[in-house]
C-alpha cells in the first residue's frame, strides 16, 4: 500500500466519513444530555428509561436494515452512472417506509404494557417504562422516513444532508427536553432570578420530545430525497417492480435477519442484566451510553466504505476497491486506537455526568474501563461489513454475528449471571468476547476468503 493510495482515497473516504461522524456526534451528545436529564430524576427514572433501550435497539435495527439493499443497489447504480436506475429504486424503497413504518407503529403501542414484563423490568417502574415506550413509538412512520431515507442519501455520496438534518433534531429534542421535564422552577442568570416555564412532565416529557423531533426529522429527510438531484423518486412509478425488489431483497434479507437476530439478543442480554437489580441496570444504561460515543469513528468509516465500495463495485474497479479496504483499515484501527484510550482514561468522569449514586459510578466505571481495551478489535468487523454491504455480500456478516452474539455473549451471560449468580462485569465480560470473536470471524474471511464476495 503506498502513499499514492492515501493521497487517492483519503479525501473521498473523509468527504463521506465525517458528516456521518457529526451526525452520531450530535446523536451521541443528545443521548448524553437526556440520560443527564433524566437521571437528575434519579435511579428509578434512568433504568425506566433504559430498561428497554435493547427493544429499540432490535426495531430500529430491523428497520434500518432494509435499507441496506438499497444502500448497495443505488450505489453500484451511480457507480455504473445509471442515474435513472438509482431514482427508480429510490421509487420502490417509498413504498418500503410506508409498509415498515406504518406495521412497527401499530406493533410497539399494542405491546407497550407487555414489553417491560418481557424485559424482567423492577415492578416498581414497569408503568413509568410503559408510558415512556409508549410515546416513543407514537410517530414510528417519521422515524422509518428518516432511517431508510437517509441511507438513500449516503449512498448517493449525500452525507451532508442527513448529518444537517439529524442536527436539527438532536437540538429541536434537547429544547423541548428543556421545558416538558422539568416543572416551573426559579434559575439565576448574571445573579438575577427569573421563573423558568416547565410542563414538569418527567420523562414522559422526554418521550414527548423524542417525539416531535422525530416528527421533524422525518418530514424533513422526505422532503430532501424528493428534491434531490440524482436519486429523486419525484416522477417516478410507486408500482412495486421485481426487478428493483428483487436482488434488494436478497441482499437486505440477510441483513435483516442479522439485525433482528442480533437486536433480540440485546433484548435477552439486557433483560439478564435487569435481572440483577436497578443499580445494575442504572450502570448497564449508563456506560451503554458513554460507549456510544466512542464507536462514532467506526460507523464513520463504515458509511463511506459501504458507499465507495459500492460505487467501485458498480464501475468494475476491482483494484480500486482492494486498494480501498486496505486504507480505510488502516485508518480505523488508529482511530479506534485513539477511541479506545480516551474512552479508558475518561470513564469516571464520563459516569459522573450520568449519575451521583457512587455504587452506580464505580460499576459503570469497571465495566467502561474492560471494553475500551477491545474497542481497536471491533473496528475491523465494523468496516469489513461495510465494504460487504457495499458490493451487496450480506450473508456472511449474518452468519458471523449471529454466531458471536448467541454463541458467545448470550449464552455466557446465561451461565454467568443466571446459573452462577455473578454480576455486570461478568456480562459485559461476555460482550468483549463477542466482540473478539467477530475480529476473529472477519479477519479470517479478509486474509483467507473470497473478500469481499
Known sequence: MSRNDYRELLPSIFALAW????????????????????????????????????????????V?????????????AIGAGDNQRARAAAAQAVNVVLL???FFTALPLLLSGIIPVLMQVDSGIRDMTSRYFFILYIPMLFRTASMIFGTLLRAAGDTKTPMRIGVLVNVINIVLNYFLIYPVRPIKILGNTFTMVGAGLGIEGAAIASAISYTFGGIA????????????????????????????????LPNMLQRFATSFGYVVFASMINSLGEISTAAHTIANTVESAFYIPGWGMQTAAATLSGNAWGAGDKEKLNRLSKVILSLEACLMLVSGGLLFAFAPGLMHIFSHDEQVILLGTTVLRMVAVSEPFYGVPIVLEGIMQGVGNTLPPFIYNVAGMWCVRITGTFLCTQLLGFGLVSAWGCMIAHNLVLFVLFTIHYRFGRFPV
Open 19 to 62: 458528516p456521518t461522524m457529526l451526525e452520531q456526534l450530535a446523536q451521541t451528545a443528545v443521548q448524553y444530555i437526556d440520560t443527564a436529564m433524566v437521571g437528575s430524576l434519579g435511579t428509578q427514572a434512568t433504568a425506566a428509561v433504559g430498561a428497554t433501550g435493547t427493544v429499540n435497539w432490535l426495531i430500529g435495527g430491523t
Open 64 to 76: 434500518s436494515s432494509m435499507g441496506i439493499g438499497f444502500l448497495a443497489y443505488i450505489a453500484q
Open 100 to 102: 415498515a413504518g406504518l
Open 221 to 252: 429527510i422526505s422532503s430532501m430525497l424528493w428534491r434531490h438531484k440524482e436519486i429523486s423518486p419525484k416522477g417516478q412509478s410507486l408500482r412495486p417492480r421485481a426487478d428493483i425488489l428483487a436482488p434488494c431483497l436478497r441482499i437486505t
